[in-house]
């Protein structure tokens, strides 16, 4: 099999995955947004431990404790993604998981955003269009909830943020996840030990399947993380971004057709608006990775004797 025909297997397991993961999020109820993320954390520590002790990889934490900045990053990465989980998880089950998915499709906009703040990027003309759109479709689902999505915008905020601090990092998905994730042990290990205490927990009290899925919480997390670090590797980042539509497209279809959210008309205009802004988006990414692909081909080629 080709490196890119697996890059694409890799990218659509990891999407199918995170698009369905609101099915297995459900399952995991009674436990509260705080002990299922507490118990994401604990056992995505273990698991990936695991993985890399059998690929015989834990000699590159020597190297990352000699590195104070980097460490710093980690931390800050750690605190973004339990902010997104956690959120991710009180959003699903609290049924609302049309809202988590429009995190997910405003998250690409953000990034945007987040390159003109924080980087000091130029944007082109139709990434500016791109923006106004979406900033447009935050005002109509605003207008339609009420109040700010702001379950949406924490989602597309905090991991917009922490893609950006991964990418300054620059750390392998598996390492990655597991310095992250050993951050966050001690106060969630805590939080259980606190918990279970109080005679509160769900964990060992409901079922036997029910304890064994909140234990597969983290392969839940590191598999699709993993699959997409794969897809990365090998795939040009216009196909990358397609693909990642793929997740918050079915987790709208688990809101809307399995939980039976409500998707008044205000509320699907919003939506539709998102979509107008990620198509200007995604066109102008192609347009702009074709453009630079051919001048890249003209300035490699030989010239004419």
């Known amino acids: 099999m080709t490196p890119l025909r697996l890059g694409y297997l890799y990218g659509i397991g990891a999407y199918l995955l995170w698009g369905f993961f609101p099915l297995y999020l459900k399952l995991l109820r009674p436990a509260g947004p705080l002990e299922i993320l507490a118990h994401r954390i604990v056992w995505s520590v273990v698991f990936v431990a695991l993985l890399l002790a059998a690929l015989r990889n ?25 902010v997104n989980w956690g959120t991710y998880i009180y959003g699903v089950n609290s049924d609302r998981v049309v809202e988590t998915a429009l995190g997910y499709f405003i998250n690409p906009l953000v990034v945007v955003l987040l390159g003109v703040t924080v980087l000091r990027e130029r944007l082109r003309p139709a990434q500016w269009v791109a923006l106004g759109i979406g900033g447009l479709a ?22 917009g943020g922490y893609g950006l601090v991964k990418k300054r990092l620059g750390l392998p998905a598996a390492e990655g996840l597991f310095v992250e994730s050993a951050v966050l042990a ?3 290990l805590a939080y259980l030990g606190w918990l279970t205490a109080a005679g509160d927990a769900a964990f060992g009290h409901v079922s036997a399947g029910h304890t064994a899925l909140l234990m597969l919480a983290g392969a839940a997390t590191a598999i699709p993380l993993l699959l997409f670090a794969g897809a990365a590797n090998r795939l040009p980042l216009t196909s ?8 918050p497209i079915l987790q709208l279809g688990c809101g809307v057709l399995i939980f039976h959210e409500p998707m008044p008309p205000a509320r699907l205009a919003g939506f539709a608006l998102v979509w107008a802004a990620l198509i200007v988006f995604t066109v102008d990414a192609l347009h702009t990775s074709r453009r630079r692909a051919r001048a890249a ?8 004797a």
Do not use: E, H
């Open 58 to 82: 834990i000699g590159f934490l020597r190297a990352l404790l000699r590195r104070p900045r980097a460490l710093a990053g980690i931390g800050v990465a750690a605190a973004l993604i339990a």
């Open 138 to 159: 935050v005002a109509v689902l605003t207008v339609d909830y009420g109040r700010l999505p702001y379950l949406a915008l924490t989602l597309a905020l905090s991991f």
């Open 186 to 188: 001690l106060p969630a």
């Open 240 to 247: 990358l971004g397609m693909i990642q539509y793929l997740a």
């Open 297 to 304: 081909a003209v300035a490699t080629a030989p010239a004419p």
